[in-house]
């Protein structure tokens, strides 16, 4: 979240697309509740089914599911259309009036200037900013499109390797007049400018009044030009599993920048997240592209720290008249007090603080492509704690059959799940059973309130909890698991040796009780200590070696700090733990809580919040003050940690996105699918992209190739739009094993519109099958007037809805009282290119009884 | 507050008690807001779990709601109902149910067992089993159906109010469980204003402009009250009555038969006063089995 959870309270307007907070987030949910009540706020909700969280909205439109960027797309050619834009935020925070290179061509034809069919990838030179400083009024007759795209490459080409992303250009051109055809804001209104609400309604589903009317309400904050409303975007995996997922993501970014929405309390892009601790598990890159603190990982071309280090710190962007920050600047101390937290005294400058003990990542090692290579026989045994990866997927068939080739798999977990009984799903027979020589090792584990430690939530709040009960039977702590595994691993390395022993045997493992370490060690060692004495030379204070690191202005590239992810560093200072603060005074009402737990970056409760502030630095809505310009001090002061250089005056022109090398919220990015989004359908859909019918996905997006990757189309009989969720009832897939959970809802169902059920013949509660192009699922059926039936360019069309959550173990599932079907083997896999997120909310199925 | 709490002096306290000599009506009351009911059933968890009921088996039935009708171990149930406006839309409404606590309950009329159902003066109608006689007219007496037998015990149940966290100084199970702010408790006055506050808001700020308290005379007033969207179409709630009433019946029978019976009574024992002032005893000679009968007075 850019915001936190109570923020919402502050919002006058709510749209929420892609997620469903009532069900999923209800004790958050509270504050789009305290908003309605304490501020007549509205809220807009946008999905494929009538949800609970619909049944709370002001507005509810049924929208066709994977369509997301055509609505958001014809929200942003509405803004534009209607002036309800935020203009002096959009000339003097956005990229707005930034000129874009020549050669660079807008996706008419569904592809971006740049295109390499052989790699199916993008040559992004074109994406990039022009060399030029200041252009106003200078406006030339080059337009956009001049020319052929120089880019494009012929196909015979040979493959070769990845495209490098643009380097920026230090000095950018740019137009305060906007009116420069090739100035980012004329190129992003000629492309939402195909987004009409015709094409909107045809593409979508959502009848053209209705767009309108949400078109006219969420943007109403903005009516006049009024700065002083806010509106919020909220979200979730509804927007983020799709082969356009972050595309969307974007789409609302951008919308909310035009409508000078992001960095003001009650605003902002804020992702739901669907566990109590995945931020923080992201935050700790518990994904293989970033280390943690979102540094990114070296790659094969990276020949030593120095190489790396300029790959990956920005280089500072000031267009003339602005100032920029780029905090990112700081990499190298990140990064060298990280390299300190891994290797210990190990890591010197001799040795260029032993980076090379890092991997170097040379390809893709996302979900889905790992078990895709465990179905190819390269992955040949796994490690599985705290998921259940058969039940996740992306296609939970394909993982089975991938864990019958693998060696090994070694389960953590506090019950048995699917994953650790892959060998007993259903359809395996005995005879089979005995051919499979997986060996499996099933580890119990502690619980949530077995153990303490730190949870990230949603807000970005490092929250410490304290152990409630103590660990049953043989059941051990994660870290205790890990740790003996490690150091025993050690101990054989020590004594066999092998290719590359270095990185294990000088990792640095400094825990009070090593093979048990406490989390409150690791806590500290992630904010981070002085290995040296340390002087402020402004201030003068002293942090002696050994001390924790009051924040991460203290790291050094001199190897004189050590942390672990700099993101976290204050969150366990000299004064203790502030994760365990709980401290309930909120002198703004804005719902700060400064003394709450600890919020990152630097305890800051809302990002980017100097763009709350106008030009001068006051606060563009009086009631709302979050943080300020206090000339006698010369410093920005306020209710909130200021998200911004303390002592940059507003003469300065500082751009307040301070993590952004050029300072500018961002409207033009260079992702690997497009600078600016564009509708793409999902890969199984049953209509042709009507923006463009010969390329109707992304172009980037690649489909997997094992004989258990199938992918279905209408014209094969799958007609129907299939997309899945989960209920406030159940938590993913263990409250199986919960009664309370099972009794609320005992059975795994399908939600059907009454009118397809009418063509088909199906009652409510009769069993019914769906069937992708991969497998089947079985379930009764929920016949539902929430569904309604949609009209797709003229063309009538049935979605339905399926929850995730039962399996072949559970308190049903082991009482004989369910289908034992996984739902996740109805789905396709295939990613998105920018996060390699698979595609769960829209695809396509036959419906029929069972 | 309980009188008993009330604070009379202040230890160096300088002048007067604050509140001294206030009275407060502490009936108590639950205000359902139903729209910010989100259906997360925390309530329906939170009942079982404060009064000790645990896993029952349920079926699924074409909703999300976890069972048809309450049971005399389920007390608390959100009932679903995907209602058709006149526009084509569509509203999922989620109304929690449970007891209504009736300032003139229907159960407490019809029971005829003595100390059974118990009114307190803070409007919780309560059930008290080790009484109950199992004839179930408290079933016929309540307008909301909310009374529900247990064949195997042959006693009645239902929603208590939490009258032991109540009594207390607690607020109710469900309350505390809310996760929306959607349940509010405290007294019948406050959760009143605060109740026709909503509703004025629903009405002056939404497309809702039907939207009303529910509290119905016709019971007397409840202890548990609703927000609703729509205020003139109660039943789409799930049925719950436009204009509950103690049934005729039950008030007939409480009402005019039992005076009636009454006086058949007494008219009876006045004739056989009159008897045997006019006849004298019976002839003890010709009854049989007196020891019978004074064994039984005996036992």
Known sequence: MTNGWIDIKNADMMLVMGGNPAENHPCGFKWVIEAKRQRNAKLIVVDPRLTRTAATSDLFLQIRAGTDIAFLGGLINYTIQNNRIAKDYLLNYTSAPILVKEGFKLPEDGFYSGFDPASQTYDRNTWNYAEGGDMSGKAVAATAQAGDPPQQKSSTAAPKAPFPPPLMPEKVAYDLTLQHPRCVFQLLKQQYSRYTPEMVERITGIPKDQFLKAADLFTSVRKDGDMKKVGTVIYAVGWTQHTFGTQIIRTAAMLQLLLGNVGRAGGGVNALRGHSNIQGATDMAGVFDSLPGYLKVPDPTDKDFKTYIDRITPKTVKPAGWDSFNYYSNTPKFAVSFLKAMYGPAATKENDWAFHY???????????????????????????????????????????????????????????????????????????????????????????????????????????????????????????????????????????????????????????????????????????????????????QVIKAGQQLPGFAWLKDDGTTLCGNWLYSGSWTEAGAMTQRRGTDDPSGLGFYLNWAWSWPANRRGMYNRASCDLQGKPWDPSRRQIWWDEAKQLWVGNDVPDFKADSPPKDHMGPFIMNQEGLGRLFVWLNDGPFPEHYEPIESPVQNLLHPNQSNSPVVKKFKTPADKYGTAAEGFNVICTTYRLTEHYHYWTKNNPMNVQLIPEPFVEIPVELAQELGIQGNDKVKVTSARSYYIAKAFVTKRIKPMTIDGKKMYQIGIPIHQGYRGIQEDAGRDARTILNRLTPTVVDPNAFTPEFKGFLVKLEKA | MPPTLEIKAISGHAGTVPGHGASRDYDVCKLIDVTTCIGCKACEVACLEWNGYSFTETVFDNSYQTMPETAWNYWNLIRFNEHENSDGSISLLMRKDQCMHCADPGCLRACPADGAIVQYANGIVDFHQENCIGCQYCVTGCPFDIPKFNPSTKKVFKCTFCSDRVSNGLEPACIKACPTGCLHFGSKDDMKELAEQRAAQLREQTSHKDAGVYDPAGVGGTHVIYVLHDIKNPEMYGGLP???????????????????????????????AIHYLRFGPKDAGHTTGPEDKDDRTKS
Do not use: H
């Open chain 1, 358 to 540: 890092l991997p170097k990542v040379d390809r893709n090692y996302s979900w889905a492509q790992i078990w895709d290579n465990m179905y190819r026989g390269s992955v040949k045994g796994m490690f599985a704690f705290g998921m259940n990866g058969v039940a996740i997927g992306p296609d939970s068939q394909k993982n089975i059959e991938a864990l019958k080739k693998a060696d090994w798999l070694v389960v953590g977990e506090i019950y048995p799940d699917e994953t650790s009984e892959f060998w007993k799903s259903p359809g395996i027979k005995p005879e089979e059973m005995k051919t499979i020589n997986t060996t499996v090792y099933r580890l119990p584990c502690a619980g949530f309130a077995e153990k303490d430690g730190s949870m990230t939530n949603s807000a970005r709040w490092l929250q410490w909890k304290n152990v409630a009960v103590p660990t049953p039977g043989e059941a051990r702590l994660d870290q205790d698991i890990v740790a003996q595994i490690f150091l025993r691993v050690r101990e054989l390395y020590k004594k066999e040796g092998g290719k590359f022993p270095d990185p294990i045997l000088n990792s640095w493992w400094p825990y009070t009780t090593p093979y048990n370490p406490s989390l409150s060690d690791l806590a500290k060692e992630i904010n981070g200590k002085a290995l040296a004495d340390l002087t402020d030379p402004k201030t003068a």
């Open chain 2, 242 to 272: 436009a204009n509950p009433r103690v049934p005729f019946l039950v008030k007939l029978w409480k009402g005019p038969v039992k005076l009636l019976g009454g006086w058949a009574m007494f008219l009876g024992v006045v004739g056989v």
